[in-house]
C-alpha cells in the first residue's frame, strides 16, 4: 500500500534492484461467478494491483495543488535604502525597492528596514561589461513589472515622476526640450547634463561638465563648424601636438599676449609678409646670428639713432651725425641672443579608468 516500503529483487536488470517506498498505488478487486466458463468467456483476474514507486533514498514531496499567486500587471514602489545614503546598489547593479501596498511602515531602524529581496532592474543595453547603466536612486519611484506574473520574480522597467519628483525643466512651457541629466551625491547642487533643444530655428545639443570634462579618442577627431567658433579659458591652456601642426587662416589673425610671449624653433623659422612688416619694441630689441647676418632692401636701408643716421640707396650712403668718428675708439655693443621659456606639457586625459574603484 502507499507508505510502505519494499525490496526488489532479481529484476532482469540488476540497477533496479533497490529499496523502493509506494508513493501511489490502484487496486481492481473482481468476482466471476456470474460469467459462464465457456471458451468466450475466460475468467477475469481476482485481484489486480499497479503502483508508482520511488527510491527510498530519494526525498519525497507531495505534490503541489496549490494555485502559484499570479500578479496581473505591473506596478510602482518607491525606491529605499539605508538612512542618509542617496544610493544602495549591490554588484550586479540590483536595488531594494518598498511597494505602496506594504502593510506596514518600514521600521524605524534601518537595518531592519533593508530586509527585503533585490530587485533586478532593466536596462536598455545590457553585454558583458558593456552598456547602459542607470541606478535608480534612493527616493525615486520606478516601474516594477513581474516576469510571467510571478511576485518573486520582480523586475525594475523604468523610473516615473511624481509631484515629489518633478521633470527636470517647467512644463509644457519647455516641452520642446529633452535631457539626460543627472544629480551630484551625495547632497546634490550639481549636475552633468547631455540636453536637446528641438525648436524649430533654435534647435541646440548641450553639454554641461559639473566639474572635469575628459575625452579619450585613440585615432581622428574631425569637425566642421558651419560658422564661428568660440573658445573661453578662464586659467590656462595647455597644447601638445607630437607631429606637425598646420594653420590656415583666409582672413585676419589678431593676437594679443599680455605677458611674456616665448617661441623656440629648433631648425627653421622663416616668415613672409605680403606688404608691410613692422615690429616695435619699448625697449630695446637684440638680433644675434651665429654667423652671417644679412640685410637686404631694394631701394634704401636706414639706420636711424637720435639725431645721427646712415642711409644706404643704391646710388650712395648718407652719413649724418655730429661728430662722425672713423677707427677713434669706443666700442660696440653685444646682442643678447633670446632665452624662451619652455612650454608646460598638458595632463593626459581620462582614458576611462581614471575615476573606476575596485
Not at 536488470?13 to 478487486?29: R, T
Request: hydrophobic fraction near 35%.
Amino acid at each position: 500500500m502507499a507508505g510502505g516500503l519494499f525490496k526488489l529483487q532479481e529484476h532482469a536488470c540488476d540497477a533496479q534492484n533497490h529499496d523502493y517506498l509506494v508513493v501511489s498505488a490502484e487496486y481492481e478487486i473482481n468476482s466471476d461467478t456470474y460469467v459462464s466458463n465457456d471458451n468466450d468467456h475466460r475468467a477475469l483476474p481476482f485481484f489486480d494491483c499497479s503502483f508508482t514507486a520511488l527510491r527510498k533514498e530519494n526525498q519525497f514531496r507531495a505534490e503541489r495543488i496549490t494555485p502559484r499567486p499570479v500578479v496581473a500587471g505591473p506596478q510602482t514602489a518607491m525606491v529605499v535604502g539605508p538612512d542618509g545614503d542617496e544610493i544602495l546598489t549591490d554588484k550586479y547593479g540590483r536595488i531594494k525597492v518598498q511597494f505602496h501596498w506594504e502593510q506596514f511602515a518600514p521600521p524605524s531602524d534601518s537595518s531592519e528596514r533593508m530586509k527585503r529581496c533585490w530587485v533586478r532592474v532593466s536596462h536598455s543595453w545590457a553585454g558583458k561589461r558593456w552598456g547602459t547603466f542607470f541606478i535608480p536612486r534612493i527616493g525615486q519611484e520606478v516601474l516594477v513589472d513581474f516576469i510571467e506574473g510571478d511576485p518573486d520574480r520582480p523586475l525594475v522597467t523604468g523610473c516615473v515622476y511624481n509631484a515629489n519628483t518633478m521633470p527636470p525643466y517647467d512644463l509644457p512651457a519647455n516641452s520642446a526640450l529633452s535631457t539626460l541629466k543627472s544629480n551630484s551625491t551625495k547632497g546634490g547642487g550639481g549636475f552633468n547634463e547631455m540636453r536637446f533643444d528641438d525648436t524649430k530655428g533654435s534647435e541646440q545639443l548641450f553639454f554641461h561638465a559639473e566639474k572635469d570634462h575628459e575625452t579619450w579618442i585613440k585615432n581622428d577627431t574631425l569637425a566642421n563648424v558651419g560658422n564661428d567658433r568660440h573658445l573661453k579659458v578662464t586659467g590656462n591652456e595647455f597644447i601638445a601636438v607630437t607631429g606637425a601642426r598646420h594653420d590656415a587662416v583666409t582672413g585676419d589673425r589678431n593676437a594679443k599676449v599680455d605677458g611674456n610671449d616665448s617661441l623656440n624653433v629648433s631648425q627653421k623659422l622663416q616668415e613672409k609678409v605680403g606688404m608691410d612688416y613692422a615690429m616695435d619694441a619699448g625697449m630695446n630689441v637684440h638680433i644675434k646670428a651665429g654667423m652671417n647676418v644679412v640685410i637686404e632692401a631694394g631701394v634704401s636701408i636706414t639706420l636711424k639713432a637720435g639725431g645721427a643716421f646712415v642711409v644706404v640707396g643704391p646710388a650712395s650712403v648718407a652719413v649724418s651725425g655730429t661728430p662722425i668718428l672713423l677707427n677713434s675708439g669706443g666700442s660696440a655693443g653685444s646682442g643678447s641672443g633670446s632665452s624662451p621659456t619652455a612650454p608646460t606639457a598638458p595632463k593626459d586625459a581620462d582614458d576611462g579608468t581614471k575615476k573606476l574603484k575596485s
